[in-house]
Nanobody, 126 residues
Framework: QVQLVESGGGLVQAGGSLRLSCAFSGRTFSYSAMAWFRQAAGKEREFVTGITWGGGSTKYADSVKGRFTISRDNAKNTMSLQMNSLKPEDTAEYYC???????????????????WGQGTQVTVSS
């Protein structure tokens, strides 16, 4: 059974930091590009950042460039998102996702991803 499990969300003040983790199991994700998406209340799910299977290439939404950093450790079956200089507009449910069809291309639309975690809430207070 394929599982992606996020952790690390919480409440933080503006300007603070959080580190999200995604643990994946059930299949070999080493050959899957992976990504973080987020969904704020009343809004569509949006791409935040993605990483290729080997970690050699990453992509970021303009809104998080320079503040967020994605990484992955295939040996430990984990992916992380370091979020610094958080803003109230970063408040959302954050989801990790895996693309079973592509390893070296990072897609930015949610429907291109096959596996999803349950989400972890990030709330940034002003």
């Amino acid at each position: 059974q394929v599982q992606l499990v996020e952790s690390g969300g919480g409440l933080v003040q503006a300007g603070g930091s959080l580190r999200l983790s995604c643990a994946f199991s059930g299949r070999t994700f080493s050959y899957s590009a992976m990504a973080w998406f987020r969904q704020a209340a009343g809004k569509e799910r949006e791409f935040v950042t993605g990483i290729t299977w080997g970690g050699g290439s990453t992509k970021y939404a303009d809104s998080v460039k320079g503040r967020f950093t994605i990484s992955r450790d295939n040996a430990k079956n984990t992916m992380s998102l370091q979020m610094n200089s958080l803003k109230p507009e970063d408040t959302a449910e954050y989801y990790c996702a895996a693309d079973r069809r592509r390893a070296a291309v990072i897609m930015t639309t949610a429907n291109e991803y096959d596996y999803w975690g349950q989400g972890t809430q990030v709330t940034v207070s002003s």
